[in-house]
């Protein structure tokens, strides 16, 4: 709500008058705002202010509102004649005063309102200003709100104040201004604009720095037919005659306010036609709106254009540079006062806030006013039929009875019939609202959100049935547009459009394509393909599956409900496992938020039979209580990626049975309902990484890991927390005969972690195969327990330790157990390990003794030709198995690669070398081709990248490439060879003789 520092930004006058209106008791400040609806005591002309605005103003919302409606001298005027008639003569003798007083230093001029004389105020202007003043004002009269709809007076007031500052001018020399407003529907886009058009208009606003304000509206627009740029600027004007050459004389000083432009028809790409300046030549509307936008007509103007979805990204490409403004709506704290002031009762409100705040979609959407009405109006007849329980009664969930989207919005239409006239209601009408839901679902293919008269006869829909709707206020007028109609919200026309795929029919919105294949089709824009469009109404068609509401909706209507329409679905999710729909773009998680929407277990467990992997990031309860709801029953689940970072701790100021300690118990069973999957039996790769548990989610993890039926074969630990949990975890996978494969990389795996760990991998009867150790923080003094492990577990056959500070001590420690016959390593990755040459001697031992290991990475390791030369020592004796070996970034010189070359030549077993990033040069590629030409030589694949080659290597290349039998692969990237040098290459390539499949 409004408050002093809202409105620090005004001067002195503000204040003297927000305190009197402060030292108002209750009553006193009740009788004022009922002085301001009797006509006779405003200032002349003025409008009084609806009764709904005042009802429950504070003092700080009524000056708002006093500012809003009577400006600068004016609200001082209208608040000294109220006082007046309340016949409060000490006040009024000082507000006397105070005016009197502020008049003679001028302190009463708005301070946004610049210089009156900056502009010359002529005859036609005020009449144009009159003019667009009570065309606003009538758009506002004909825009129908709830009775019982609450106004929070300081949300728009905020957003005001940001459009004001962003309007004012950049400076000399800077472009003309384009502001995008943007946000969801009816979050206050539409009011905010015209809210500034009408304070032009009024003089309070920008009067010193825009001649002429236009306000463009989209549904206006889409009206009429071909028109000119003048002739659509004469719609608002009050004479005959428009005074375009004014308007070009100062076109600086013009601000368009376009609002709504995504109901025109803009082509796919708005440049159907030339770009064109004449302002009299006629074209289509939504020509004119586009060369507007693209500033053909009035590059000098001032723009400022709404945008919703899903319009704003079509508008984005056709502005020049805008300045994209979010307009975010109620805020978490105005839809709490929304909810406390709609339900009267605090503790009635209380409740539903705590019922209400589990869902964070839900919370979310409450961002527009009527949403949040909506939403607050079917809570408040959810709390009569499921009240609060009693003060200290037990609850096995946080908010019980926590309600659905989708059943507030049915409970909410349900008995908005129940009291409506009988030509809505079952029976007379269910043909009438077959037709409706049809039409809703045809607007959102097309997004089309408004419907004139000829849509509505097409589906036949009578005028009566209308009307009745008009009345409920499911629908309404479109102010700029008297024979269109729109849905009060957006979020109205999304639920009637999911209802069309619920009721029995086979013929689809849109005509050609039968209903359940338009299902279909949504469905996987909304999952498969993630178009956020779609959400909403996918949200609502899942919670109308649920039997309760559609017999509610059935008998409320009178249409039959689909019995097929959950069949439908759960062919739809069989197609997706069949053809491999399920991609990385699937979102798994919003199918489980639909899936809960359902409240229907069994329809959930049907659907959930064919997920075979899952990718979730549970970041809050709500992303927690659904993945709790529908992982339980993916029983056939094989692979899940899972990402935890809510919180599951309890709140150590809590009491015992307080809510946060039953929130917090509630939480863990949920968690308990997650980890169940694990024990399917079936799921076989798990992924935790980036996780953040707390001690007692981390204990029931590992409890259900090491579960007996638990049959986990991979196992991904990465960047999990806390790391104490890896105690835990090692007692658990204790002789553990599944796990093959376990990454617990970038985890601190110091010396009071990893000996345990360790020792627990190492157990006789544990079955790994494959261990990830990458930037575990481990030093040397680490790897001597691991040397353990590389000679007590019999399978193991590759170790990952890249990233880790082992240095020369860990290389030694950990070679000598390479050596051991027990040891069956055959990969091993040391890259950034800093290692230096003398590593090289140890890991040459081991190459000679082991007869196991095959693949050696030592990239980014400082080994120099010394180190290599130590390693070519093992590498040219015929016997070393050594199949694969990275030295890439390893600084080497030519010297180096002699001592490879040399190796070569003996080796019969290396297949892959790669000795990219260094200083390998013409001369040492020479010494290498020397060894591949060789037909001893098997080497397959290798790597010369960013090795300073030039085009003089590529002649010893290119014989080797015409005469090699064994190389494939060969990378040359980020060398400047030169167009001689790859036209001396290119000439092999064409021989059926060469083997070569990859060139880089």
Known sequence: MASPAGISGHDGARYQLLSHLRRL??????????????????????????????????????????????????????????????????????????????????????????????????????????????????????????????????????????????????????????????????????????????????????????????????????????????????????????????????????????????????????????PSADWYQELPAASILVRLLKKELVPEATLLVTAGPPGGRALRRLLLSPCRVGIPGFTEGDRREYLRRFLGDPDVAEEAWRRMRGSETLVRSCAAPLACWAVCAGLKRQLAASPAPAQGAPTAAPAPGAPTATSLYARLFCSLLAEAEPGLRAGSSAAQWRAFCSLAAEGLWLAAFTFAGDALERRRLEASFIDGLLRLQILRRVSDCEHCVTFAHRSFQEFFGALFYVLRGSRGSLGGVPRHQEMRRWLNHAFADANPYWRQTVRFFFGLLGTDLAGQLEEALGCQVSPGAADELLAWAEELERCGAVSAHFDFLWLFQCLHETQDENLARRVLNHLLEADLDIQGCEHLRVSSFCLKHCQKLRKLRLSVSCVLEKKRTSGLGTPEMRAADFRMHQWEDICSVFCSGNLSELDLSNSKLSTASMMRLCLNLGNPRCRLQKLAWKSVSPVEGLRKLGLLLHGNQHLTHLDLSSNSLDAAVSPGVFRMLGHSACSLKYLWLEKGNLSAAACGDLASLLTSTPRLTRLCLGLNPLGNEGARLLCGSLTWPACVLQRLELWCCWLGAPSCRHLSDALLQSRSLTHLNLRKNNLGDGGVKLLCAALGRAYCALQSLNLSHCFLTVAGCCELAHALKHNGHLKILDVGNNAVQDEGVRELCSVLKSPSCVLQTLGLEKCSLTATCCRPLSSVLGSSKSLENLNLLGNDLGPDGVSRLWKPLRKSTCRLQKLG
Not at 53 to 61: C, M, Y
């Open 25 to 274: 008791d209750p009553w006193q400040l009740e009788d004022f705002k009922l002085g301001l609806q009797c006509p006779e005591l405003l200032p002349e002309g003025a409008r009084r202010i609806p009764w709904a605005d005042l009802r429950a103003a504070g003092p700080a919302d009524l000056l708002c509102l006093l500012e809003e409606r009577f400006p600068g001298r004016r609200t001082w005027e209208a608040a000294l004649r109220v006082f007046e008639h309340l016949r409060l003569s000490s006040l009024c003798e000082r507000l006397r005063a105070e005016l009197h007083e502020m008049s003679q230093v001028g302190r009463l001029q708005d301070p946004n309102q610049e210089e009156p004389a900056a502009l010359e105020e002529t005859a036609h202007r005020r009449r144009y200003r009159e003019r667009l003043r009570t065309r606003i004002l009538a758009l506002w009269d004909r825009t129908p709100w709830p009775e019982d709809h609450i106004y929070l007076r300081d949300v728009a007031q905020r957003e005001h104040a940001e459009l004001r500052g962003l309007l004012h001018p950049q400076g000399a020399g800077a472009p003309p201004l384009t502001v995008l407003l943007e946000g969801a529907a009816g979050v206050g886009k539409t009011t905010l604009a015209t809210k500034l058009v009408l304070h032009w208009a009024e003089g309070v606003l920008f009067r010193g720095r825009f001649s002429y304000v236009f306000y463009i509206s989209g549904h206006r627009l889409a009206e009429l037919g071909d028109t000119s740029f003048a002739g659509l600027l004469a719609l608002d004007w009050p004479d005959s005659q428009v005074p375009v050459e004014e308007f070009r004389a100062h076109p600086e000083r013009l601000l368009f306010v376009i609002d709504g432009a995504e109901e025109v028809i803009l082509g796919s790409d708005g440049s159907s036609s030339r």
